[in-house]
């Protein structure tokens, strides 16, 4: 796995973030809490955790638990990559205010497993 390109995609999902209204969100440090995913975060009350992969790069028994956690308290969950990423960004982006909701028609098969492949 490489650690500078995951870093490339931890950036790119960081700067969405930044320009969705009413977002508040955290980089998490895994040392401290094993499995937990890279990014943690609510927008507009709607809680989202976010574990982003590189290459051949896939969750571990722990991440899959720690998902399952946050997926089970009502969190939208996304597991993305190099190859999925900007479907992710898409879906973060047009995120709909009025629904108070992410935009489920936005949504890629991709995230209904919250595996990579």
């Known amino acids: 796995m490489s650690r500078q390109s995951e870093g490339r995609l931890k950036a790119r999902v960081k700067k969405i973030l930044d320009k969705i209204p009413h977002s508040y969100w955290i980089c998490t440090i895994p040392q401290f809490h094993v499995g937990i995913p890279d990014l943690l975060g609510w927008i507009h009350g709607q809680a989202f955790a976010i574990e982003l992969k590189f290459g051949k ?53 991709t995230f209904k497993e919250s595996k990579t492949s």
């Open 57 to 109: 790069g896939k969750t571990s028994r722990k991440q899959d638990y720690e998902i399952d956690r946050a997926q089970n308290a009502g969190a939208q969950t996304f597991v993305a990559n190099e190859t999925n990423i900007d479907i992710l960004i898409e879906t973060l982006a047009t995120y709909s205010n009025e629904r108070g909701k992410f935009n489920e028609s936005k949504k890629s098969e």
